[in-house]
Every structure is written in structure tokens, then in C-alpha cells.
């Protein structure tokens, strides 16, 4: 089972490509892989209340969804409106999942 860390930057409205982004980290979850997605900068905004249906199938079948702290501050998004399921990371804790031996990083 290989273990991947997507890492998404750009938030719902900048187009399908975000969307397609995330059913691609659900169909890898329902492969059997280990799947981590974070959001960084623009792409937190998706990860709160009213997000996108994606994120929570991504859930469902078992994945995670990591939300920047850092970035999430800087939008004043309030951490109580975040998506359950979902948690706040911050990047050292990121750096050390792609440093782990078998993890792949693919960032959109």
C-alpha cells in the first residue's frame, strides 16, 4: 500500500482542477492507500463550513484533511467553523510526513 501526502493550493473557485484534485486523492483512498490531503493558502477556504462535497467523501472512505494553521490565520478563517474531520497541521508536521520512507508528495 503506498501512502500519499496531495497537497492543494488553490480554493474552489479557481476552477474544476481543485475538485478533479480531490476525487483523485478519494479514488486513491478507495484503492487502498494511505491519503493525506492538505490545504495551503487559497485551498483552506475550502475545508469550512459549506466546503465542498469532495472534502467529505475524502473523509468518508477514510482519508484525511490537513488545513494550514498558518494560512488559515492569515484568511481569519475561525477554526471552529472548520469541516469535522478535518484538523489544523502545521507545516513542521507536514515536512516530516514527506520525509517519511514510501511517501509520496504531489502538490496541485
Known amino acids: ?3 500519499y501526502l496531495l497537497i492543494e493550493s488553490q480554493g474552489p ?8 484534485f ?3 486523492a478519494t ?9 493525506a490531503l492538505f490545504l495551503v493558502e487559497n485551498g483552506t477556504s475550502a475545508a469550512f463550513t459549506g466546503a465542498d462535497e469532495a472534502l467529505r467523501e475524502l473523509l468518508e472512505a477514510g482519508g484525511q484533511v490537513w488545513v494550514d494553521a498558518f494560512s488559515t490565520t492569515h484568511r481569519a478563517f475561525a477554526p471552529d467553523r472548520l469541516l469535522p474531520g478535518a484538523r ?16 509520496r508528495g504531489v502538490w496541485h
Open 1 to 3: 500500500m503506498d501512502e
Open 13 to 20: 473557485w479557481g476552477g474544476p482542477g481543485a475538485d478533479r
Open 22 to 24: 480531490v476525487a483523485d
Open 27 to 35: 479514488r486513491l483512498r478507495r484503492a487502498g492507500h494511505r491519503v
Open 88 to 103: 489544523l497541521v502545521d507545516m513542521d508536521e507536514v515536512a516530516g510526513k514527506l520525509l517519511e520512507p514510501g511517501v
